[in-house]
Nanobody, 123 residues
Framework: QVQLVESGGGLVQPGGSLRLSCAASGFTLDYYAIAWFRQAPGKEREGVSC????????YYADSVKGRFTISRDNAKNTVYLQMNSLKPEDTAVYYCAADEAGWGLSRYEYDYWGQGTQVTVSS
């Protein structure tokens, strides 16, 4: 059974950092593009970052560029999102998603989704 499980969310003060993890089971992440999305209350789900399966290329939304870093550890079958210099507007539920042929930050590119982890940035 294909499953993605996010972890690492929590409450952090503005300017702080968090590292989210996306652990896969039932399939090997090596062959999948992985993306992180987020959804704040009352807003559409938006793409944050993605990493390719082939050469490890990465892409970031302008809103997080220079602050967030996506990486993958194929030996652990896990993808990470390091989030630094967090702002209140980063508050959202963060989801990871996977697809063999996907790429980019459109939610429609990805077939497999985790359940999400809450990130709250507040003083």
């Amino acid at each position: 059974q294909v499953q993605l499980v996010e972890s690492g969310g929590g409450l952090v003060q503005p300017g702080g950092s968090l590292r989210l993890s996306c652990a896969a089971s039932g399939f090997t992440l090596d062959y999948y593009a992985i993306a992180w999305f987020r959804q704040a209350p009352g807003k559409e789900r938006e793409g944050v970052s993605c990493i390719s399966s082939s050469d490890g290329s990465t892409y970031y939304a302008d809103s997080v560029k220079g602050r967030f870093t996506i990486s993958r550890d194929n030996a652990k079958n896990t993808v990470y999102l390091q989030m630094n210099s967090l702002k209140p507007e980063d508050t959202a539920v963060y989801y990871c998603a996977a697809d063999e042929a996907g790429w980019g930050l459109s939610r429609y590119e990805y077939d497999y989704w985790g359940q999400g982890t809450q990130v709250t940035v507040s003083s």
